[in-house]
């Protein structure tokens, strides 16, 4: 905002730039995932993502700025849906809820070392700089999953699906639609809280400065430590328990940021994510549960959802905090969280249910 004299709304840009990148790259990287391999893909799209932050760092106008975060966007599924449909694939399926927990905290652990880094650079240096070293861990991350990753198990697809098909029956299955809804709102509780608690957090009486906003997303490790707990939910307690537990928790973390107090404000926002970060676990792992073909363009078209939900999430709270402030921006995430669960009732199966299908996809 300082640096391009810009209003919260075109900041925000910045945010929601990506994820529509996401949301138009996603169904179209799963189906290419399906056909030529997951790890191909996933290591493609690291190694995109990590051109695209170079570039990204020489920006000289916001709107540079914003045009090289949309193909940062356009990158990323390759490696966040394709790896959940990898996980999918490569667990057995009374083991994926605990998988996938495991790679939510990766996800998490990701989070806080960005968020810190570039708060760290940024406050020393100046943004170029702070892209910059972003771009660099992004490349030593490419290169170690190009040495690490296992080889695929499973082999790409040799069948001939007609695309049209396959996405219509994907997104008429019930269940489907329902977890497609809970990707959209979680990711828009994230973006939408912690994105705007820094706007918060930056003016009066807090007056944070970039580092202390950086160091603020240390709260992600709490999430990330709750996570092999709730992967063992899952598997064990079933998703729709574990996502309305996890919707309680971040109720009550953002009733908590209210507070004047910020120890109970930071207290909130590790609830928040903590919550946002299990909900994600969930989600994920019932994509498997329900999908037997078309795996990977049923991650893309998740994808979509949530980083639609997160496009949501960084630009309509704009319109609430210049009502209300922090107050009306909490009250929609607080609707958002309510309707999260309401959908994951309705749509997805009880426990039983979808343990007999959790059976049928093993012993298939």
Known sequence: MRVFNATHFAVSLTVTASTMGVAVAAPVVGRV??????KRVILGSAFGVTAATAMAATSSSLTQFIAWRFIQGLATPGVFG?????????????????????????????????????????????????????AVANLLTAVLLAALLPGETRRPSTRS?????????????????????????????????????????????YWLGTAALGWLFVVYLFGAAVLPLAGRWIDVRGHRATLAISMAVGVTGAVLTLAPWLPAIIAGLAFVGTGVFVAQA?????????????????????????YVGGSAGGALPALFWNVGGWPACVALVLVVQITTVMVALRSWQDQSSVGSLQSSVAGN
Request: aromatic letters at 12%.
């Open 161 to 205: 699906h007609h695309h049209g098909q396959s996405i219509v029956r994907l997104i008429t299955n019930p269940q489907l639609i329902g977890t497609n809804a809970v990707g959209f709102c979680v990711l828009f509780m994230q973006v939408a809280m912690f994105s705007y608690v820094t706007f918060h957090l930056s003016g009066e009486p």
């Open 33 to 38: 995932a399906d056909l030529i391999g997951r």
């Open 82 to 134: 394709i790896a959940i449909a990898y996980v999918q694939d490569e667990w057995p399926s009374s083991r994926v809820g605990r998988a996938m927990a495991a790679y939510v905290s990766g996800t998490v652990t990701g989070g806080f070392c960005g968020r810190v880094l570039v708060g760290l650079v940024a406050s020393r240096y100046d943004w170029h700089i702070a892209f910059g070293a972003l």
């Open 282 to 306: 969930t989600a994920s792992s019932y994509i498997g549960a329900v999908t037997h073909e078309d795996r990977g363009l049923a991650v893309g078209i998740y994808s979509t959802c949530y």
